[in-house]
């Protein structure tokens, strides 16, 4: 009988004790969980930096996704963007939002539609040019080659289509 594949001597696995077949897939969900937990804790300071501490991580992401291309954007139309999967999150962050005038509403029919106001809008360009001067800054300094992000970025959004199956499939068991 063989032995099972461990990772390597290099590799940071904190699971390894859920598959000792893919344990490079181990090795990604332990980067992702601490990447995940940094980019949070970021975003909220960041926005905060602005003089909105009072958001949460998911309202700075609909802010931000409300306030792409200056088109009004449905709740639905939020979360197809954001892979959220409960709504009513999104519904929830959208009124805390258009509480603080971040976000007004406009109704089409039966359709409520959301557009950033000139206050989220200036939220955005405050939390960009903090962006720019605490992160884009640091990047550039780091070196890293600008196709390897991308290639990166574009895995990760391979990895959330397999995980977003893997998670229909065990919704099914």
Not at 74 to 92: G, M, P, Q
Not at 119 to 136: F, K, N, S, V
Request: glycine share 6%; aromatic share 6%; net charge neutral.
């Amino acid at each position: 009988m063989s032995e099972p594949e461990t990772a390597s001597s290099s590799s940071i696995v904190s699971s390894d004790h859920l598959s000792h077949k893919a344990s490079e897939l181990s090795e990604f969900e332990y980067g992702l969980m601490v990447s995940s937990n940094a980019f949070n804790r970021w975003v909220v300071r960041c926005m905060n930096a602005t003089g909105f501490g009072e958001l949460s991580t998911l309202e700075v992401l609909v802010l931000n996704s409300v306030n792409h291309r200056q088109r009004a954007k449905r709740a639905n139309d939020l979360c197809l963007v954001l892979n959220i999967e409960d709504s009513h999150t999104v519904t929830y962050a959208l009124k805390k939002l258009v509480g603080f005038n971040l976000v007004a509403v406009e109704k089409r029919g039966k359709e409520s539609f959301y557009l950033s106001t000139e206050r989220g809008r200036d939220a955005c360009r405050q939390y960009g040019r903090i962006r720019e001067a605490c992160l884009i800054e640091s990047f550039e300094q780091l070196g890293l080659d600008r196709e390897e992000i991308h290639r990166a970025a574009g895995l990760l959004r391979t990895l959330s289509g397999l995980y977003d199956q893997a998670a229909r499939a065990a919704a099914t068991l």
